[in-house]
């Protein structure tokens, strides 16, 4: 099956520093990709929309220049997490389909980046 | 504004059958599907109704009523392994276009032996 992998699984850092998170497919391309943040307990926020070659598309409230997106392939999607503070500490996973006119075709998810910043 | 509802913890016992349900109201409709999350796990799919009726993988199994705006999601022979968080997720735009979906809460399934 379809296989997002999401790395690092877990990281930690210090409050002004950035962070990057890299979401790869690895067996199909991917022209969109969705970034969401998950806090405990809750369900899924989508931050952005990623599409290969062009501008995310964030959802309201998020901060853009905050939260850096780059889809430069159909395989890779970038989320960079500048001057983190203690606020950004979250659980933050990808996740992309495998396109086509499938109507049945699932979002298939990385296992997600748990970040930590003190 | 776009809603999807299901109830936020259900106890069930080792063995037994659990039914959670999701009711939405959202601009679009072309699906429900449901997804699995262990504690500090990534959410995992199970389903996808995309029509009326009942969709049966294995265990589990997930119904649709569109005209009620309703679906469930069926667990049979609960294991203990089936304790996780399930979120319903109604995909509003097109088939060919992009994969957004609108997520309920989550179910906290809590399995008793």
Known sequence: G??????????????????????????????????????PKQSLMLMATSNEGSKATYE?????????????????????????????????????????????????FGNGTRLTVT | GQSLEQPSEVTAVEGAIVQINCTYQTS????????????????????????????????????????????????QELQMKDSASYFCAVRVLPWDSNYQLIWGAGTKLIIKP
């Open chain 1, 2 to 39: 379809a296989v997002v992998s999401q790395h690092p699984s877990w990281v930690i850092c210090k409050s002004g520093t950035s962070v990057k998170i890299e979401c790869r497919s690895l067996d199909f391309q991917a022209t969109t990709m969705f970034w969401y943040r998950q806090f």
């Open chain 1, 60 to 108: 309201q409230g998020v901060e853009k220049d905050k939260f850096l997106i780059n889809h430069a392939s159909l395989t890779l999607s970038t989320l960079t997490v500048t001057s983190a503070h203690p606020e950004d500490s979250s659980f933050y996973i990808c996740s992309a389909g495998e396109g086509g006119s499938s109507y049945n075709s699932p979002l298939h």
């Open chain 2, 28 to 75: 679009g409709f072309y699906g429900l599907s449901w997804y699995q999350q262990h504690d500090g796990g990534a959410p995992t799919f199970l389903s996808y109704n995309a029509l009326d009726g009942l969709e049966e993988t294995g265990r589990f199994s997930s119904f649709l009523s569109r005209s009620d705006s309703y679906g469930y999601l069926l667990l």
